[in-house]
């Protein structure tokens, strides 16, 4: 039971974090004269833990960055079956050799 607590206060600071970003872009845009909309937050993954990507998924972020193609492979397609609208980027070099399985 404490396991499944400190699981939904780390799933509550994602969240959080999520939000109080959201709102610093907005803030940043507007006194830019921007609208907030053209501005996406990508969220990078790699190395992340897989409860922590998925707290940011629950918490309704779509947009997330990569840049090893092997992990990517490994975690998103499940998670993009379970969550069709997201966005994966691929941020960074990519060998020549992984561009096919980039694409």
Do not use: C
Not at 54 to 69: I, K, M, S, T
């Amino acid at each position: 039971m404490a396991d499944d607590q400190g699981q939904v206060e780390a799933d509550r600071a994602v969240a959080d974090r999520l939000k109080e970003t959201s709102e610093r872009i907005g803030a940043a845009a507007k006194a830019a004269g921007r609208p907030a909309d053209d501005i996406t937050l990508v969220a990078v993954s790699k190395a992340q833990p897989e409860a922590r990507v998925l707290a940011a998924l629950d918490a309704g972020h779509r947009v997330f960055g990569e840049n090893y193609v092997q992990p990517a492979l490994a975690r998103w397609p499940d998670l993009k079956a379970r969550y069709p609208d997201v966005r994966l980027h691929m941020i960074g070099a990519i060998q020549t050799r992984k561009a096919k399985e980039v694409v």
